[in-house]
């Protein structure tokens, strides 16, 4: 066991391991380190520890807690929804909560009706894309707080094609054979996919984000206005340009670009953010996912051994977008994918302006970007890079921030300092600096520029020693508190040995947040504090922590995913992945961040089988709720169905939910 895993536990691995058995000891040592840091709170008297259970090595917790009176939370007054599983939303009493833009809804004025047997690619770039995922609210007219006129910025991560187009998948008549066939490959799929150039170029168009004006009428209900000049799709092949230190450089360059600083849309595009000066922020993922042909790059070549770090595949992809499009095959355009895993930047009041991929942000699979405005008036942005044992960044703007001049802020994103987090063991923190030339990032180690750092930033990482994470993703700020909130969604491959203090548990399967305070409340600082925030599952278990609350007080969950708060400074958590873990569909939780019930999650909303809940957003005085409901119906096929939410018939199809209280114009999560 590594040294600052051995510091940790205070006591050496066999002592640990004897006491993963036994528990007492364990107890113990954890419940002197946990007093220490605080999470002892109210007497509570919690303790983690970890036991070797019948699946095999697992965290758990005991809680031995004084009973709180009633369900309200702080500024929460709504009585809590409890798991479920079945195929319709289900919000807590006194809202409601209806699908408000679905798949395929016309968002332009002269887009069609959305038609399964009848999609295109001209269709679709006129229709709300697939699989939402974040969403901002921003209000209008630009500079105003208003509550009841904005535009929604939507993303858009991925494509199901085996629940958009008929026909897709067919049972593969070889597949039964298989198992009882001497001569037949062991891995014969199941299916075999029917693809296209046009279902191709349809998913495409399908991918990136919608920009939809959106206002309360005078009866109080909120409408499209579907025929709004900002009404705006970005695509898979919307042209954008490259900026930053990593513009120009030659992994960025390809035949179609020379130049290294245009490219062709935005995919897979996942958590993001708003910049104080009203723009749009929208982080790219797994794009990897759609190439092709890795192994035709030789196996010493360094531009291999980076795509190998983010999972390219190495043979033919399974959508076969590369059959269609060149520039998914790897054997063709080995630098493309430089050209994605950026943070975008668009203006959302300019349908007619560029969107720009921002590289001094870093290039990994971001989750987030969070803005903030330190004291000195730099803006700095979190973001998580979503995969087991990967890294939380931030970046700190060189210049400061101008409210007074917009037009002066449009690029500040583009010099600045990026940071990769180290968590230490004492509940300290350092926000290690990405520059070339400091510390290993020399050409001596690979990195021959900053623009090398920046399209290598896991590698950067990795060379400075930061803090391997459980799934970092949505990473968003406390407005009432300034502190910041770190959404680990789980890890099952994380081993005893492997777990460190920000990351206690192994085979983590139902995620953690993890809450830091800056020094000096200063977002440009280098150092900070942290402490874990809640660590998920089921709460009657021992290695859970849901503020020392009694557990028949608390709405478990589980997978942790995004985060959003209200004008109280509420924490509101949807989850990704609640029925690996518990018996229900994903939802959005929330809880207070401070006070005697610091950390007792009351289910909201619940979503529909296969759907993930993501992207919540409040309008500005809390009277509205909009959350996506993505994939609903994943794991299953138009055939053989897991969900028609939302139509009841035909496909299921991921929607933006908008949520209102029943009481007119009251706060959401308030009775009256």
Not at 319 to 332: G, I, P, S
Not at 641 to 664: H, K, M
Request: glycine share 10%.
């Amino acid at each position: 066991m590594a040294a600052r895993t051995e510091e940790f536990y205070e006591g050496d691995r066999d002592t640990v391991l004897s006491a993963a058995g036994l528990g007492e000891t364990m107890q113990e040592v954890l419940a002197r380190r946990w007093s220490r840091r605080g999470m002892l709170r109210h007497g509570t008297g919690a303790a983690l520890v970890l036991t070797l259970g019948q699946g095999g090595l697992r965290s758990a917790a005991a809680q031995d807690a004084t009973p709180l009176a009633g369900a309200a939370v702080g500024g929460l007054d709504f009585e809590p929804i409890t798991l479920d599983a079945g195929d319709n939303l289900v919000v807590a009493p006194g809202h409601t909560a209806v699908p408000f833009l679905r798949w395929g809804d016309p968002i332009m004025a002269d887009a069609p009706d959305w038609d399964i047997d009848a999609q295109s690619a001209t269709a679709q770039e006129r229709q709300f894309g697939y699989n939402c995922d974040w969403i901002a609210y921003f209000p209008l007219p630009q500079g105003s707080d208003s509550s009841d006129h904005g535009l929604l910025v939507v993303n858009h991560e991925y494509t199901n094609p085996e629940l958009m187009f008929p026909g897709y998948l067919t049972r593969n008549p070889e597949y039964t054979a298989a198992p009882d066939s001497d001569d037949a490959p062991p891995d014969v799929p199941e299916f075999l996919i029917n693809t296209s150039q046009e279902i191709v170029d349809t998913e495409l168009a399908a991918h990136g984000l919608s920009i939809v004006e959106v206002l309360r009428d005078e009866s109080g209900q909120w409408v499209v206005v579907r025929d709004s000049a900002l009404n705006r799709r970005l695509t898979g092949t919307t042209p954008m340009e490259i900026t930053g230190p990593a513009a120009g450089h030659d992994l960025l360059q390809t035949s179609d670009d020379p130049t290294g600083t245009r490219v062709l849309g935005t995919l897979n595009n996942c958590a993001g953010g708003t910049s104080p000066w009203g723009t749009a922020l929208t982080g790219e993922e797994n794009s990897q996912q759609y190439f092709a042909n890795l192994a035709a790059l030789p196996e010493d070549d360094p531009v291999r051994a980076v795509h190998d770090r983010f999972g390219y595949g190495e043979e033919a992809s399974e959508r076969q977008w590369e059959q269609f499009h060149d520039r998914f095959d790897l054997a063709k355009q080995p630098n493309e994918p430089f050209r994605f895993h950026w943070i975008v930047e668009f203006d959302p009041y300019d349908p007619t302006s560029t969107p720009k991929k921002r590289t001094a942000l870093g290039r990994v699979k971001h989750e987030g970007a969070t803005t903030a405005i330190a004291p000195g008036g730099q803006v700095a942005l979190y973001s998580g890079d979503d995969e087991r044992f990967e890294y939380a960044y931030k970046f700190v703007t060189a210049g400061s921030y101008d409210p007074a001049d917009r037009a002066a802020n449009l690029d500040l994103l583009d010099e600045g300092t990026l940071y990769v987090a180290r968590f230490n063991d004492d509940g300290s923190g350092d926000w290690l600096p990405l520059v070339h030339g400091e510390g290993p990032l020399t050409e001596e180690n690979g990195f021959t520029s900053q623009a090398e750092v920046l399209v290598k930033t896991r590698l950067a990482a990795d060379a400075l020693g930061a803090t391997k994470m459980d799934r970092p993703e949505d990473f968003e700020t406390n407005p009432v508190t300034g502190k910041v909130y770190l959404v680990c969604t789980n890890n099952n491959q994380r081993t005893l040995e492997q777990a460190d203090a920000a990351n206690p548990r192994p085979n983590n399967l139902a995620g953690h947040i993890v809450e830091i305070t800056e020094d000096n409340d200063d977002h440009a600082a280098t150092s900070f504090t942290w402490d874990l925030f809640i660590i998920a599952g089921d709460a009657t278990d021992s290695g859970t922590w849901y503020g020392g609350v009694d557990a028949g007080l608390v709405s478990p969950l589980a997978a942790p995913d995004n985060l959003t708060f209200d004008n109280d400074g509420n924490i509101w958590i949807s989850t990704d992945g609640m029925a690996n873990n518990l018996p229900g569909n994903d939802g959005l939780f929330a809880a207070r961040t401070e006070g005697e019930e610091r950390g007792r999650t009351l289910q909201f909303f619940s979503t529909v089988p296969g759907a993930e809940c993501s992207g919540p957003i409040f309008n500005p005085d809390n009277s509205a709720l909009w959350v996506s409901v993505q994939h609903p119906g994943e794991g299953g096929t138009l055939d053989q169905p897991v969900s028609r939410w939302p139509d009841g018939d035909q496909a299921p199809r991921p929607s933006v939910v908008l949520i209102t209280s029943e009481n007119g114009m009251a706060r959401i999560g308030r009775r009256g």
